[in-house]
């Protein structure tokens, strides 16, 4: 019993530190992509080529005063940062990175990602109520309204590849496309699985939460030092979390030739989260109610319809 809870949690600290290396340096990634988007540098000086920024950029967050505003609920305030981080970490733990490397292997794990993962929204509403400010308020509000929104059209995206997969286990629903990727399969659900996921992110043309030319900086407005950093880990993890997904429902996981499994992986992932950079440097805001009007009265239809689609196919053709 003794070895294989320290085997186990071996194998937790090395599979998140690997995790918070890639969060990391997802935001270097992001910085030197948008700065060739804009025909600019982004960062070049600390380190070759930049690679030190990351670090640089955590050791000053790190340094920075700490603030806790007087009018706050000091306790929600406080705790809000490491709700949102948490609960996106903790939906790594049933994320494969091949077969056999994998946290917890759970046959509901798609049921345990969707619980987990919306927790995270709780943090951010008390960031934004905690705060005892205006501006956060209406970042925490419109967070909520937006995760309730899409969380649907997202859920029911991925019904359509449970049933063809016949299991909720991602260890399954990989192997269950060594064939052929869903993406072949069920195209339409890949599209709206991406808008939505891009929504639960909070990315660009969705950054509705931090919208900085109506809420300043939204809920993480009366935030400073790591309490800020924590919510950006959380907002990079979950991206991180979001690109796997994609790659491990839709674009086949680990699967592909001579590569090994795990480089597979991380290679789909890459160019999911490029393709996020990509949206971002591309698409501009839109209004809050085109959001909310797009997740009910586009995105909903649509995944019904692709829902009861794949159903009667899977009949006819079984």
């Not at 340094?63 to 609960?87: C, G, Q, Y």
């Not at 090994?260 to 991380?266: K, T």
Request: glycine residues 6%.
């Amino acid at each position: 019993m003794t070895m294989d809870f320290l085997t186990g949690l071996i194998r937790i600290i090395l599979i998140f530190s690997v995790i918070m290396g890639l969060v990391a340096y997802m935001t270097l990634m992001e910085r030197r992509f948008l700065g060739f988007f804009q025909l600019r540098l982004g960062p070049n000086r600390v380190g070759p080529g930049g690679l030190l920024q990351p670090i640089a950029d955590g050791i000053k967050l790190f340094f920075k005063e700490d603030m806790t505003v007087s009018h706050a609920n000091r306790f929600w305030f406080l705790l809000a940062p490491a709700i949102a981080l948490v609960s996106v970490l903790a939906c790594f733990a049933v994320v494969p990175a091949s077969a056999s490397i994998v946290v917890a292997d759970m046959p509901v794990a798609v049921l345990y990602l969707l619980a987990f993962s919306s927790t995270g929204t709780y943090g951010i509403l008390l960031a934004g109520w905690s705060s005892n400010n205006k501006y956060s308020l209406l970042g925490g509000l419109r967070a909520a309204a937006q995760m309730i929104s899409y969380e649907i059209p997202l859920a029911l995206s991925i019904v359509g590849v449970l049933i063809i997969a016949g299991s909720m286990s991602l260890v399954e629903i990989v192997k269950a496309q060594e064939g052929l990727w869903f993406i072949v399969k069920q195209p339409l659900g890949f599209v709206l699985f991406l808008i939505c996921i891009s929504a639960e992110t909070n990315r660009t043309p969705f950054d509705l939460l931090e919208c900085e030319n109506e809420l300043v900086a939204g809920y993480q407005t009366e935030y400073s030092s790591m309490k800020f950093g924590l919510f950006y880990m959380a907002e990079y993890a979950h991206i991180l979390l979001a690109s796997c997904l994609v790659s491990l429902f839709f674009l086949g996981g680990w699967n592909g030739p001579l590569l090994p499994a795990p480089l597979w992986l991380l290679i789909k992932v890459f160019f999911v989260f490029a393709l996020f950079i990509w949206v971002r440097a591309t698409f501009p805001r839109i209004r809050y109610d085109q959001l909310m009007s797009f997740s009910w009265k586009v995105l909903l239809p649509l995944a019904f319809l692709n829902l009861m689609a794949t159903a009667v196919l899977t009949v006819y053709l079984a």
